[in-house]
């Protein structure tokens, strides 16, 4: 049996400040079988079993309706070398949600993953020096988050290489860190990771990222462009969601001063149209 956790949206940005607790949890817990058939599921709300996923039920009232999609995916490995992930297709069926007949137990998110992967950390970082150096460059909070999640390294990493790409050709240093430049790069990157992996997945990794600290004034900065960036990708149509398209739009928010810069070690000043190279 496999089990698959699903927070709702809304869990994570109200847990945002605050430790993730599983007594406070909202969402989902799906079960598939050996064949990854669809078996049951469970509704749970502030850590509490409040509805159960499956057919529809017998002398008893249905109050809701709930589709179960799986994005399918798939790589090609040869040599111990393997291609990225590439999505293949979507199936989707729809079972009943009932209530619960009992509050239940408070679920336990520990060591429990959000889908299938394709091999441990080890394997992926076995690829090249080239993985194993970004991942020395890691904060511990995310080396923990990818070894629970190791399917979204490549895609981290990925995003990560655009960001300093990006941000060499239009401020000509992807490294400097109280500048206007840095302010795209960090905008850049969590636009892009979500249009790779989606926005709440790129909000967790954006947190880890900072360590999950949010007090100090630097932490500040870059929440703010990694939030602005991820409500950027939002805001674009289902056409527009590409990396020309995002880049035009970070491009655009830092010009307006929609972005972030530490001017000192305690003034932090909206971003502007200079110091760009190109």
């Given at each position: 049996?496999?089990?698959?956790?699903?927070?709702?949206?809304?869990?994570?940005?109200?847990?945002?400040?605050?430790?993730?607790?599983?007594?406070?949890?909202?969402?989902?817990?799906?079960?598939?079988?050996?064949?990854?058939?669809?078996?049951?599921?469970?509704?749970?709300?502030?850590?509490?079993?409040?509805?159960?996923?499956?057919?529809?039920?017998?002398?008893?009232?249905?109050?809701?309706?709930?589709?179960?999609?799986?994005?399918?995916?798939?790589?090609?490995?040869?040599?111990?070398?393997?291609?990225?992930?590439?999505?293949?297709?979507?199936?989707?069926?729809?079972?009943?949600?009932?209530?619960?007949?009992?509050?239940?137990s408070t679920i336990s998110l520990v060591g429990i993953s959000g889908?299938?992967?394709?091999?441990?950390?080890?394997?992926?970082?076995?690829?090249?020096?080239?993985?194993?150096?970004?991942?020395?460059?890691?904060?511990?909070?995310?080396?923990?988050?990818?070894?629970?999640?190791?399917?979204?390294?490549?895609?981290?990493?990925?995003?990560?290489?655009?960001?300093?790409?990006?941000?060499?050709?239009?401020?000509?240093?992807?490294?400097?860190?109280?500048?206007?430049?840095?302010?795209?790069?960090?905008?850049?990157?969590?636009?892009?990771?979500?249009?790779?992996?989606?926005?709440?997945?790129?909000?967790?990794?954006?947190?880890?990222?900072?360590?999950?600290?949010?007090?100090?004034?630097?932490?500040?900065?870059?929440?703010?462009?990694?939030?602005?960036?991820?409500?950027?990708?939002?805001?674009?149509?289902?056409?527009?969601?590409?990396?020309?398209?995002?880049?035009?739009?970070?491009?655009?928010?830092?010009?307006?001063?929609?972005?972030?810069?530490?001017?000192?070690?305690?003034?932090?000043?909206?971003?502007?149209?200079?110091?760009?190279?190109?």
């Amino acid at each position: 049996m496999e089990r698959r956790i699903i927070a709702d949206d809304d869990y994570y940005y109200k847990k945002k400040k605050n430790k993730i607790d599983a007594a406070d949890f909202d969402g989902y817990a799906y079960f598939f079988d050996q064949n990854e058939k669809f078996v049951t599921g469970l509704v749970y709300e502030n850590g509490k079993i409040v509805g159960t996923i499956g057919a529809a039920p017998k002398n008893a009232k249905v109050t809701a309706q709930i589709q179960v999609c799986t994005d399918w995916y798939s790589r090609t490995c040869r040599g111990g070398i393997c291609t990225d992930y590439e999505y293949t297709h979507t199936t989707c069926e729809t079972y009943y949600v009932d209530s619960a007949s009992s509050a239940g137990s408070t679920i336990s998110l520990v060591g429990i993953s959000g889908g299938s992967g394709g091999g441990t950390i080890a394997d992926i970082l076995s690829i090249s020096n080239d993985l194993r150096e970004q991942w020395n460059r890691l904060t511990q909070a995310e080396r923990d988050y990818f070894t629970l999640k190791p399917w979204l390294l490549l895609d981290a990493f990925s995003a990560q290489k655009r960001a300093e790409m990006a941000t060499e050709y239009f401020y000509c240093n992807a490294y400097a860190d109280e500048t206007i430049g840095n302010a795209f790069k960090h905008t850049f990157w969590s636009a892009t990771l979500a249009m790779l992996v989606g926005p709440r997945t790129a909000l967790e990794m954006t947190d880890a990222h900072e360590s999950n600290d949010f007090t100090n004034l630097r932490s500040q900065m870059d929440l703010h462009n990694n939030d602005l960036g991820i409500n950027i990708y939002k805001s674009l149509s289902l056409s527009n969601r590409n990396e020309a398209k995002i880049t035009e739009e970070v491009l655009k928010a830092i010009a307006l001063g929609k972005g972030r810069y530490m001017t000192s070690s305690t003034t932090l000043a909206p971003t502007d149209g200079t110091t760009r190279c190109k």
